[in-house]
C-alpha cells in the first residue's frame, strides 16, 4: 500500500515566509510530510520547474447574492467556484447578505442552499448586516458559534447604510464573541448630495459615477469607522481601500497599534476612471463602488501593498452582466445612478497579482503569498489553510511562473460577458489547483465535481500582539459607572 496519496515532487515551494525545493505528500486531504524526497505515492505530480503555493484564499466575492436593489449576480456557487478555481483559489468566502426585515437564520439557510450543493472548493460566509434590530442581534452569537466569524457592514447605500449607531451596535457585540467587523466605508451623504448635483446638471453618462464618489467621501468614512472601532476597541477590516489618502489614515493606525486591517482590489491598481469614459453603454462595465480612480494613485496603491498596509488583495468580484440581467436591469441609457455596481475579476486577481507584482519586481514571492491566502487565512480564521505544512489542508497551487497568456472572455469560467482585463498580457498562470488533497483544475481542465467543496468553519480573529485603543469613556459605559483608573 502507498503511504501517500499523493505527492508533489520536484517543485519549489513557497510559504509567506520561506522559498525551498521540497516533496509534498499528501494523506487524507492533509498534508502529511514536507521534505527533500518522497518515494512512493498513489499519485506523483511532477512540479519540475514550478512554483508550489498555498491554494489563494478569496476573502472578498459576492456570488449567488443579490444586490440591496434586488439584482442577482451572475455568478452561482457553481460558476463562481469553479471560476475561482481556475484563478488559483482553493477557498473562497463570499457574503450572505441580510436584507432589511429578514431573519438571520433565513438568510444563512439560503445562502446554504446555494452553496452546499455547488460549490467546487471549500467556502464559508462573511454575513452582512444591514438592519441590526434587537432580534437580529441578538442571533449574532449563533452565527459566530457556526463559524462565521465576520460581519460586513456599509456605510453607504441608502438600503444597507446602517449608520454609526448601528455600526457601533455591531461592533460591540462583535467584541463580545471575537468576531472581526468588516466595512465598506464611503460618507453616504456626500455621495448622495454629489448625485444631486450632477443629476441637476444633466451629467448622468457612467463617467460622472467616479466623481459622484469623491475619494474625500472614502477618507472621511475611514476614518469614522475606526475612530468607531477605537471607542470600543474591537478589530476593524476595511474592504476595498481605493485612494492614497485611504491608505495612509490605515498605515498610520496601524502604526499607532490599532487593531486594523485593510485590503486593495486589482480594478484599483489596473483601471482608471478613464475606463468609465468608453463609448455608449460600455462605461457601465467599469461602474464599482468605490469607484476606480488615476494612475497616481495606482502607483500610491502599490506602495502601500509593498510596504505592508494591506493585508489582502481581493477581487471584490460583484458580476453584473452587461444586460438587463444585470448592469441594465433598471434599462440601458440610464442615468449612471441606476447602474448596477461591481465588475467581475475572481479569476484574475491572482494572475494579475502574480504578472503585474512578482513578475515585474513589486513584490516578493512571500509577499504574494501573503497578500493571497496567508494573510486572509490568519484574519479570516482558516486555521488549517494558507501555508504549505504538515496537518494543513492540502489546498494547493502549482503556478508556471513563465507562462505568458493574453486575458480574453473566451478562456474565463465565470457567467458574464465581459471581462475588464480584457487584452491584458499576464506573465505566470496556475496549472493545478488543488482542495484538499483532490484535483480542481489541471492544466486548463476542470476536475472537480459539483458541491464537492465543503463549508469551514472558521476562528476567531487572530489580532496577535496588536495593541488597540483604550477609550476610557467606553470602559466606564461598559462597566456602567464603576470607577476606572485614569
Ligand atoms: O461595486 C461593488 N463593489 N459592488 C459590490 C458591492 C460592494 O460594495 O462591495
Ligand atoms: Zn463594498
Ligand atoms: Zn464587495
Known amino acids: 500500500m502507498a503511504d501517500f496519496d499523493t505527492v508533489i515532487h520536484g ?17 487524507g486531504g492533509t498534508i502529511a510530510a514536507i521534505c527533500d524526497r518522497i518515494v512512493g505515492g498513489e499519485h506523483r505530480i511532477d512540479a519540475g520547474g514550478k512554483l508550489v503555493l498555498p491554494g489563494g484564499i478569496e476573502g472578498h466575492c459576492h456570488i449567488a447574492q443579490e444586490s440591496s436593489s434586488g439584482v442577482m449576480t451572475s455568478d452561482d456557487y457553481y460558476s463562481g467556484s469553479v471560476s475561482a478555481a481556475f484563478g488559483g483559489n482553493s477557498c473562497f468566502i463570499p457574503f450572505a447578505a441580510q436584507h432589511r426585515g429578514q431573519a438571520i437564520s433565513e438568510v444563512i439557510a439560503t445562502y446554504d442552499s446555494r452553496a452546499i450543493p455547488n460549490a467546487v472548493i471549500d467556502y464559508s460566509y462573511h454575513l452582512i448586516i444591514s438592519d441590526p434590530s434587537p432580534s437580529v442581534l441578538a442571533e449574532l452569537p449563533g452565527v459566530f458559534e ?23 451596535d455591531i461592533l460591540a457585540l462583535a467584541k463580545t464573541y471575537g468576531a472581526l467587523t468588516m466595512v465598506h466605508a464611503e460618507n453616504n451623504e456626500m455621495v448622495k448630495w454629489m448625485n444631486r448635483r450632477f443629476a441637476a446638471a444633466g451629467l448622468t453618462e457612467p463617467r460622472y ?3 459622484s464618489r469623491p475619494e474625500l467621501a472614502e477618507e472621511e468614512a475611514i476614518n469614522r469607522a475606526i475612530s468607531l472601532a477605537k471607542l470600543v476597541d474591537t478589530p476593524l477590516f476595511i474592504v476595498h481601500v481605493s485612494t492614497r489618502g485611504g491608505a495612509e489614515i ?6 499607532a497599534g490599532t487593531r486594523l486591517f485593510a485590503e486593495t482590489c486589482p480594478q ?3 483601471l482608471t476612471r478613464a475606463d468609465l469614459d468608453r463609448s455608449g453603454m460600455e462605461g457601465a ?4 463602488s468605490p469607484p476606480l480612480r488615476d494612475r497616481e494613485t495606482q502607483e500610491a496603491l502599490w506602495q502601500h501593498i509593498r510596504t505592508g498596509t494591506f493585508e489582502s488583495v481581493s477581487s471584490d468580484h460583484a458580476p453584473y452582466r452587461a444586460d438587463a440581467t444585470g448592469k441594465f436591469s433598471n434599462g440601458v441609457d440610464v442615468p449612471y445612478a441606476k447602474i448596477a455596481n461591481g465588475m467581475p475579476g475572481i479569476a484574475m486577481r491572482l494572475p494579475y497579482l502574480f504578472s503585474e507584482g512578482v513578475a515585474k519586481g513589486r513584490i516578493t514571492l512571500g509577499d504574494f503569498v501573503r497578500l493571497s491566502s496567508a494573510n486572509a487565512a490568519r484574519v479570516f480564521g482558516l486555521d488549517r489553510k494558507g501555508s504549505l505544512m504538515p496537518g494543513f489542508d492540502a489546498d494547493i497551487a502549482i503556478w508556471n511562473p513563465e507562462e505568458r497568456r493574453k486575458v480574453t472572455l473566451a478562456d ?12 491584458m498580457e499576464f506573465t505566470g498562470w496556475p496549472e493545478l489547483v488543488m482542495n484538499r488533497g483532490r484535483i480542481v483544475v489541471e492544466k486548463g481542465a476542470l476536475k472537480a465535481a459539483r458541491g464537492q467543496g465543503q463549508f469551514v468553519a472558521r476562528k476567531p480573529t487572530d489580532t496577535g500582539t496588536m495593541p488597540g485603543y483604550r477609550a476610557v469613556e467606553f470602559v466606564v459605559a461598559a462597566a456602567y459607572g464603576h470607577e476606572v483608573a485614569p
Do not use: W
Open 209 to 211: 459615477h467616479a466623481l
Open 11 to 27: 517543485g519549489t515551494l513557497v510559504t509567506a515566509g520561506e522559498t525551498f525545493k521540497a516533496d509534498i505528500g499528501i494523506c
Open 146 to 168: 457556526r463559524g462565521i466569524t465576520s460581519f460586513k457592514v456599509f456605510m453607504t447605500y441608502d438600503l444597507m447604510n446602517i449608520g454609526d449607531g448601528g455600526m457601533l
Open 412 to 423: 474565463q469560467h465565470d457567467n458574464m460577458d465581459y471581462t475588464p482585463f480584457e487584452g
Open 285 to 288: 462595465k467599469y461602474v464599482c
Open 268 to 270: 484599483y491598481l489596473a
Open 250 to 255: 490605515v498605515r498610520r493606525e496601524k502604526l
